[in-house]
């Protein structure tokens, strides 16, 4: 079963916007990660956000995190055509396991 | 992509057919993930494992065969039990004490005809 549901599943921005992406999830968690899926391809690592944490920021990137609510945000300031991609939160499920959502799928229009 | 590679990129099966995808790595990470990936979905787990000729099952992993008889590899054998192959599958490797990130080949795309 998923952990994480993103939301929304498809998002259709201007380039030069900003997109934000949600990841709700269920059981407690350790940490919360978000990676990128450009078309047909493998996952890339974009960030990582412990329990503790609040709010981290990489780049145009940025990622809160609230556990009493059991949900994340994913925000990409100044969107650039090449952010169209499919992004994906994961939590950590036992040892050594993520679970992923099914995603969101962001265009960006030049 | 990391320094995992997996091949080949495009697979195609006829139906009744096993056949084994490849996962190298060269990052010294003790644990490795097979993963499938539907259309328009996330991902799910195959089978991962955390040492050498040890792996655990998944959450999907009837129809589907590992082995882990060297760190680097871990090849994933597609059964003609798995009665829907056909879908992309993800390999990921992480270091064995964290969680903290794994790294992904560029996937193989299997059809079965």
């Known amino acids: 079963s998923q952990q994480g549901e993103e939301d929304p599943q498809a998002l259709s921005i201007q380039e030069g916007e900003n997109a934000t992406m949600n990841c709700s999830y269920k059981?407690?968690?350790?940490?919360l990660q978000w990676y990128r899926q450009n078309s047909g391809r493998g996952l890339v690592h974009l960030i990582l956000?412990?329990?503790?944490?609040r709010e981290k920021h990489s780049g145009r990137l940025r990622v809160t995190l609230d556990t009493s609510k059991k949900s994340s945000s994913l925000l990409i300031t100044a969107s650039r055509a090449a952010d169209t991609a499919s992004y994906f939160c994961?939590?950590?499920?036992?040892?050594?396991?993520?679970?992923f959502g099914q995603g969101t799928r962001l265009t960006i229009n030049p | 992509d990391g320094g995992i590679t997996q091949s080949p990129k495009y697979l195609f099966r006829k139906e009744g057919q096993n056949v084994t995808l490849s996962c190298e790595q060269n990052?010294?990470?003790?644990?490795m993930y097979w993963y499938r990936q539907d259309p328009g979905q996330g991902l799910r787990l195959i089978y991962y494992?955390?040492?050498?000729?040890?792996?655990q099952k998944g959450d999907i992993a009837e129809g589907y065969s590992v082995s882990r008889e060297k760190k680097e590899s871990f090849p994933l054998t597609v059964t003609s039990a798995q009665k829907n192959p056909t879908a992309f599958y993800l390999c990921?490797?992480?270091?064995?004490?964290?969680?903290?990130?794994?790294?992904f080949g560029p996937g193989t795309r299997l059809t079965v005809l």
């Open positions: 990921a490797s992480s270091p064995r004490t964290t969680v903290n990130e794994q790294f």
């Open positions: 059981t407690s968690i350790n940490n």
């Open positions: 956000i412990r329990s503790n944490e």
């Open positions: 994961a939590t950590v499920r036992g040892a050594q396991k993520l679970v």
């Open positions: 990052l010294n990470h003790d644990a």
């Open positions: 494992s955390q040492i050498v000729n040890d792996f």
